[in-house]
């Protein structure tokens, strides 16, 4: 267990609804990453948090969006859901640095119908 | 731009036999390299990491790596499979510059199955 949480596990909205994921990152890391995970792919890097700071952001559209907590939780909103954001959302965080390992939560399985 | 590529989607042996998953990166500078493991439903576990030390690398559960700069790999390999290694494993590229501001770049996975 990596001491990364993340709720709920699962959650099924309709197209057009928002919804918020949330993290709890690993006790002593102040970076949290999120990522997509379609069905059979690899993680899609969706942005980064830094001390309550985005610094960084991969291809994905304004809709979604995040917030990192001073405790350095997190949360990830998608408004406008549409049936393509359906996939497994990750959330990773770690210490600093590029050699850093990540530490992920177990994930949300979010289904747009 | 660093990239990643695992050639083979699904690997299959048999338990016992070798495993070998493999991987290759594309990076301008000297890269740092993840092997990590997912199993169903389940989130992503690291198995072992090249930071630019030795680059023989070994990891959890039996599983080491190569870093071999002159043909751009980091292949993953075990010596002898057994049933609970069935998993998807990824490759992936750490990015970004020498402060905070890192993501990790992902291969498309690579499934791997083992039969009794």
């Known amino acids: 267990e990596t001491g990364v949480t993340q709720s709920p596990t699962h959650l099924i909205k309709t197209r057009g609804q928002q919804v918020t994921l949330r993290c709890s990152s690993q006790?002593?890391?102040?970076?949290v990453s999120w990522y997509q995970q379609a069905l059979g792919q690899g993680p899609q890097f969706i942005f980064q948090?830094?001390?309550?700071?985005?610094?960084g952001r991969g291809n994905f559209p304004p809709r979604f969006s995040g917030l990192q907590f001073p405790n350095y939780s997190s949360e990830l909103n998608v408004n406008a859901l549409e049936l393509d954001d359906s996939a497994l959302y990750l959330c990773?965080?770690?210490?600093?640095?590029?050699?850093?390992?990540?530490?992920f939560g177990q994930g949300t399985r979010l289904t747009v119908v | 731009a660093q990239s990643v590529t695992q050639l083979g989607s699904h690997v299959s042996v048999s338990e016992g036999a070798l495993v070998l998953l493999r991987c290759n990166y594309s990076?301008?500078?000297?890269?740092?390299l993840f092997w990590y493991v997912q199993y169903p439903n389940q989130g992503l576990q690291l198995l072992l990491k090249?930071?630019?030390?030795a680059t023989l690398v070994k990891g959890i559960n039996g599983f080491e790596a190569e870093f071999k700069k002159s043909e751009t790999s980091f292949h993953l390999t075990k010596p002898s499979a057994h049933m609970s290694d069935a998993a998807e494993y990824f490759c992936?590229?750490?990015?970004?510059?020498?402060?905070?501001?890192?993501?990790?770049?992902w291969g498309l996975g690579t499934s791997l199955a083992v039969n009794p």
């Open positions: 990076s301008s500078v000297p890269p740092y």
């Open positions: 990773a965080s770690s210490p600093s640095g590029l050699d850093a390992e990540a530490f």
């Open positions: 992936a590229v750490s990015d970004g510059d020498a402060g905070n501001n890192r993501k990790l770049i």
């Open positions: 090249y930071t630019s030390a």
């Open positions: 948090y830094y001390r309550e700071e985005e610094n």
């Open positions: 006790s002593g890391h102040n970076t």
